[in-house]
């Protein structure tokens, strides 16, 4: 490629020779039609190399962007280069919402569900729930629909780009609501130990913010549909001023606290999309735990504290309902998140995942998709029911492997 293209972190720069924006769904299929290796950029925001290839990379950002709002109102289809930072004003307009939103609306909705990327809420699903038909070019150029319902719809929508190149996805939405936010500073340690699903069900979106510096939550995040009382929660107290997740962090680049009442859109995701999202340079990393053993994983993480300190900037905990997608990190477990973002050093924070990853074995974390991990394939495969019917899937959607690169090959196994 005559420009470098590198990942939204910057810790990636792809190795493809070239980099195609197609305009129209025909001129995409004739690029599939040629063969690969091909892999799809999203918005680029994953941290390992599974959308890296030495073939050609493919950015939807040229296709004509599609908003269609069903008549009864209950989905919209979306074209596959469309933001969620895009999509959120018009569904807005239309009193519609999405069920919930990631940290930042700056990804796509592609990539989200293809990653089973997620917001947080005991009730809430992941992103990818809420597909309710995914439209993809499978290896041979041609253009599939596959409806919830169908023998190999829950397979294909966390797909990690193995089966085609997800053209339009149709989104189940909901009313439009009003949310609530409010920061709670310092949520002592023996709280968590008596009250923490109690915590993590305060609300319709919870987060949980720590630099393990202590014991101790350094923010707690509760976004509600309806009021706080003031003054103190669980032992945590009202922040005096607005809060970044990362502590100490300058707060402008953060949506609206304080239980002032704003659009779903603009209280969901800790980030403004008119600015750089979280710290700009870092590393993340996360696992999804079974929720029954919250308390063991948060124990695990501080039997390594001494090890990812010096390496972090902040560990978000929240959590995502259980699903049937196969290859979803929540795939029928309600699940508690762990999310670390780390310093932008990869070599320095390799350690630390992997120490992390050794005490969360017993608990049978998944990593998610999108972010940096070590677990070794075989044991990620282990983790999921049907991940030998996911394999079947590929070869039945992609059986020259168009779409294959050797991060992708490794989760295989083949």
Known sequence: MSNVVTNWAGNITFGARRLHRPAALPELQEIVR????????????????????TGDLVSLISLPRVVE???DRRTVRVDGGIRYGELVDRLDAEGLAVHNMASLPHISVAGAVTTATHGSGVRNGNLATSVAAIELIRGDGELVTLRRGDEDFPGAVVGLGALGVVTALTLDVVPAFE??????????????????????????????????????????????TDELPEGPLFGARPADGKRHPVPGVAADNSTDQFGVPGPWHARLPHFKMEFTPSTGAELQSEWMVPFDRALEAIDAVARVREKIVPVLQVNEIRTVAADDLWLSMNY???????????????????????????????????????????????TVRSRYPRFSDFQALVAKYDPKGTFRNPWLDDILGH
């Open 34 to 53: 040629a063969g690969g290796p091909l892999r799809v950029l999203g918005s680029g925001h994953s941290f390992n190399r599974m959308a890296d290839t």
């Open 179 to 224: 949310i609530r936010q409010y920061v709670y500073d310092d949520l002592p340690r023996a709280s968590l130990e008596q009250h923490l699903p109690e915590i993590l069900a305060a609300g319709y979106s919870v987060s949980l913010f720590t630099n393990w510096q202590t014991g101790d939550i350094n923010h707690a995040w509760f976004k509600r």
């Open 332 to 378: 029928e477990r309600d699940s508690l998140g762990l999310h670390f973002t780390w310093i932008a050093d990869t070599a320095a924070v390799l350690p630390a995942v992997a120490a992390l990853e050794e005490q969360l074995a017993p608990l049978e974390a998944r990593p998610h998709w999108g972010k940096v991990f070590t677990q070794d394939a075989a």
């Open 69 to 71: 709002i069903a008549e």
